[in-house]
C-alpha cells in the first residue's frame, strides 16, 4: 500500500479505537468523565508494573523530576495520560495525535484537571513545528504504526534542540509476542503466502505495526543521533504467555523480582534514549 493509504488506515483505526485500555467495555463507565480516566489510568499503570519498582515506572522513564521549564513534546498522545505527567511535572507541553479521538480525549482531560497544554491533531511525519524547539521528545507506542517511521525519526531530529533527549517505545522483534506469532502463525502462514512482517502487524493493535529488533533500532536511531541507548520493558503477558483467565495463579508461584528480570530479557517492548548533542547534517 501506499504512504497516504496506510496513514489514512492508521487514522481511522485509531480513531475508532480508543486507546482506553477497555476494548470489552469492561467498565461501563461514561467516557471522558473523571471517573473514566481514573480507570484507563489504573489499567495502564497494573500492565506496566514489571517495567520498575516505582510505583508509576512511566514517572522515571520520563524523567519528570528534571522537566519542570523544559519544552516538551508528545507524539501520539492517545488518552492523554502521559501528557498528563508531563504537564504536572512542570514542563511547556505540545502534545499530537494522528486521531481526533485521542485530541479530543486529551484536551477533556486538560479541561477537567485544570492542566495546561497545546494538544493538536497533526501527522508526526509532517510535524508543523520549527526546528531546536523542544527539549524532549516523548513518545510511547506509537512511531511503529506509521507508514514511514524513518520520517519520523529525521522529523525528531529536527524539533530537538541540541542538547535534548527523545525517549521512544517501539514493538521488540525480540520479545514474546513475536515468538508467539512465529510459533503459531508464521510456519502455517508461510505456505498460504504470508509473510512475517503481516502477520506479527496483523497480531497486534492498530492497523499496521513494525516490529525492531534492538539492533536495527540502535542502526536506524544512530543515522539521526549522537547516542542512543536501548531497554528491553515486559508485562506480565511476556512472563507467563498464556490466557489472561489462567496467568494469575502461575504469575503468584514466580517472585515479583524474578517476573521483572524475565521481562527485561522477553518483553514486548525496546525503550530508547536518544540524545542529540549537537547540530546534525540532516540526511
Not at 516538551?72 to 504537564?87: K, N, P, R, T, Y
Request: positive net charge.
Amino acid at each position: 500500500m501506499d504512504r497516504w493509504s496506510v496513514q489514512l488506515g492508521n487514522k481511522t483505526w485509531w480513531t475508532d479505537h480508543m486507546m482506553s485500555y477497555d476494548w470489552k467495555k469492561q467498565s461501563g463507565l461514561a467516557k471522558f468523565t473523571l471517573p473514566w480516566f481514573d480507570d484507563i489510568d489504573r489499567r495502564f499503570l497494573e500492565g506496566a508494573k514489571l517495567f520498575s519498582t516505582a510505583d508509576n515506572p512511566f514517572q522515571k522513564l520520563m524523567g519528570v523530576d528534571t522537566l519542570k521549564g523544559k519544552r516538551v513534546l508528545e507524539i501520539g498522545c492517545g488518552m492523554g495520560f502521559h501528557s498528563e505527567l508531563m504537564a504536572r511535572a512542570g514542563a511547556q507541553l505540545a502534545a499530537i495525535d494522528l486521531s481526533p479521538t485521542s485530541v479530543e480525549a486529551t484536551r477533556k482531560r486538560f479541561e477537567l484537571k485544570g492542566l495546561q497544554g497545546d494538544i493538536r491533531q497533526m501527522d508526526a511525519e509532517a510535524m508543523e513545528f520549527p526546528d531546536d524547539r523542544f527539549d524532549l521528545v516523548w513518545s510511547w507506542g506509537v512511531i511503529h504504526h506509521s507508514s514511514r517511521t524513518g520520517r519520523i525519526m529525521r522529523g525528531i531530529e529536527r524539533v530537538l534542540a541540541p542538547g535534548g533527549e527523545a525517549r521512544i517505545m517501539v514493538y521488540n522483534m525480540g520479545g514474546m509476542p513475536a515468538y508467539v506469532t512465529i510459533a503459531t502463525r508464521y510456519l502455517l502462514g508461510f505456505w498460504f503466502g504470508k509473510v512475517l512482517d503481516e502477520l506479527l502487524w496483523r497480531s497486534t493493535d492498530g492497523f499496521s505495526a513494525r516490529f525492531y529488533s534492538a539492533d536495527l533500532l540502535q542502526d536506524q536511531l544512530s543515522t539521526f543521533f549522537d547516542e542512543v541507548e536501548i531497554t528491553t520493558l515486559g508485562q506480565a503477558a511476556d512472563v507467563v504467555p498464556l490466557p489472561r483467565i489462567v496467568r494469575p495463579p502461575i504469575l503468584k508461584l514466580i517472585p515479583l523480582k524474578k517476573q521483572r528480570e524475565i521481562a527485561r530479557a522477553r518483553g514486548a517492548y525496546l525503550f530508547a534514549v536518544a540524545k542529540k548533542t549537537g547540530s546534525q547534517n540532516r540526511p
